[in-house]
């Protein structure tokens, strides 16, 4: 049987040349021969590898060789996001895992103070989370709340596994808001060390950040920041 240890390297090495850029859509990879013969590995493993990054769209294969797939890879968007909670469903996209990083009551800073309308020194709800699909990370994010939400629902303040599972459908339900007005705000730029770190990424790599509002007549219900790494698309679909 292939080595897990040697297949698990082989595809982690893969993946983080391409998310990188280093690879860029259309490269060729090396044979499997060559990678075989570069991880001293049984040509099984290596093909186990490169199955792993087919599956999961990194690469495709033709007869004339192996490639970096021209499709990037999806992501959710907020929008869509927001279509799952109000479905009551995961904020997460299909695959994708959670890991929440911080939760706690915080003066804010004073850019988000501002968007909640709050009077000096009040507090808010801060929510740092990491999602991916298996050692991928596909999206860093912070969401902000209004503090008495977190009475309300008490996992708002809870960074234990599996705690981030459908949460802002849970605050909707107990706060008995309904998002009226939703907004999503976008730009590319390069990661700081904070961003870069989470992603995996080298300080300066390219990135999609942007931000979302969901609201109601009564103010900021979700306020979220987030960033993608590379080669991460978001789309909308729109009738004409």
């Given at each position: 049987?292939?080595?897990?240890?040697?297949?698990?390297?082989?595809?982690?090495?893969?993946?983080?040349?391409?998310?990188?850029?280093?690879?860029?859509?259309?490269?060729?990879?090396?044979?499997?021969?060559?990678?075989?013969?570069?991880?001293?590995?049984?040509?099984?493993?290596v093909?186990?590898?490169?199955?792993?990054?087919?599956?999961?769209?990194?690469?495709?294969?033709t007869?004339?060789?192996t490639?970096?797939?021209?499709?990037?890879?999806?992501?959710?968007?907020?929008?869509?996001?927001?279509?799952?909670?109000?479905?009551?469903?995961?904020?997460?996209?299909?695959?994708e895992t959670?890991?929440?990083?911080?939760?706690?009551?915080?003066?804010?800073?004073?850019?988000?103070?501002e968007?909640?309308?709050?009077?000096?020194?009040?507090?808010?709800?801060?929510?740092?989370?990491?999602?991916?699909?298996?050692k991928?990370?596909?999206?860093?994010a912070?969401n902000?709340?209004?503090?008495?939400?977190?009475?309300?629902?008490?996992?708002?303040?809870?960074?234990?596994?599996?705690?981030?599972?459908?949460?802002?459908?849970?605050?909707?339900?107990?706060?008995?808001?309904?998002?009226?007005?939703?907004?999503?705000?976008?730009?590319?730029?390069?990661?700081?060390?904070?961003?870069?770190?989470?992603?995996?990424?080298?300080?300066?790599?390219?990135i999609?950040?942007?931000?979302?509002?969901?609201?109601?007549?009564?103010?900021i219900?979700?306020?979220?920041?987030?960033?993608?790494?590379?080669?991460?698309?978001?789309g909308?679909?729109?009738?004409?």
């Amino acid at each position: 049987m292939p080595s897990p240890k040697t297949f698990t390297k082989i595809a982690d090495h893969f993946r983080e040349r391409i998310l990188s850029g280093e690879l860029e859509p259309g490269a060729k990879l090396p044979t499997n021969r060559e990678i075989a013969g570069q991880w001293q590995a049984a040509a099984a493993t290596v093909s186990r590898a490169l199955q792993a990054l087919q599956v999961e769209n990194f690469i495709r294969t033709t007869p004339r060789g192996t490639y970096v797939a021209d499709d990037p890879r999806w992501t959710l968007s907020a929008r869509d996001r927001l279509a799952r909670v109000q479905r009551v469903k995961s904020f997460l996209a299909e695959g994708e895992t959670s890991r929440v990083t911080a939760a706690e009551l915080i003066t804010p800073p004073l850019y988000v103070a501002e968007i909640f309308d709050l009077e000096p020194g009040d507090q808010v709800v801060r929510r740092e989370w990491l999602a991916g699909r298996g050692k991928t990370r596909t999206v860093f994010a912070v969401n902000w709340y209004p503090a008495p939400f977190a009475a309300l629902v008490p996992d708002l303040l809870n960074t234990a596994p599996g705690r981030n599972h459908g949460l802002s459908a849970r605050v909707l339900e107990a706060t008995g808001r309904t998002i009226t007005h939703a907004r999503d705000d976008m730009h590319a730029r390069p990661a700081d060390a904070r961003e870069a770190s989470a992603l995996g990424l080298p300080v300066g790599s390219p990135i999609l950040a942007g931000a979302h509002r969901w609201s109601d007549a009564e103010g900021i219900i979700e306020y979220g920041e987030w960033c993608l790494p590379p080669r991460f698309t978001i789309g909308y679909e729109y009738q004409p």
